[in-house]
């Protein structure tokens, strides 16, 4: 089992940048493949970024591509997410997810079997 907390959402003006965390909890932390999703209102929830359990791989949505860095931090048993350029459609609330499939860093939602409780970020124009 494990639990999710994310933080470091919050209120910033477009083209600034802001770092969101993701705390899990358990031993096996570094087992897991970590991804942030987001879900703004009226939308589907949408894939962001994805990294594998040793930190090797990662993978990018188009729609951030360049702009946005997963990392993960195993000691800590973190997982962030730095997006700079933020823009007014980049508001949403944001979810960390950890699939044990290790090696999995994609965006196929049902592969993720546990999920954060969201942290919202606004970006205003």
């Known amino acids: 089992q494990v639990q999710l907390v994310e933080f470091g959402g919050g209120l910033v003006q477009a083209g600034g940048s802001l770092r969101l965390s993701c705390a899990a909890s358990g031993r096996t932390f570094s087992r897991y493949a970590m991804a942030w999703f987001r879900q703004a209102p009226g939308k589907e929830r949408e894939f962001v970024a994805g990294i594998s359990y040793s930190g090797i791989t990662t993978y990018y949505a188009d729609s951030v591509k360049g702009r946005v860095t997963i990392s993960r931090d195993n000691a800590k048993n973190t997982v962030y997410l730095q997006i700079n350029s933020l823009k007014p459609e980049d508001s949403a609330v944001y979810y960390c997810?950890?699939?044990?499939?290790?090696?999995?860093?994609?965006?196929?939602?049902?592969?993720?079997?546990?999920w954060g409780q969201g942290t919202q970020v606004t970006v205003s124009s």
């Open positions: 997810a950890a699939s044990q499939k290790g090696d999995y860093v994609f965006g196929y939602a049902n592969l993720y079997n546990y």
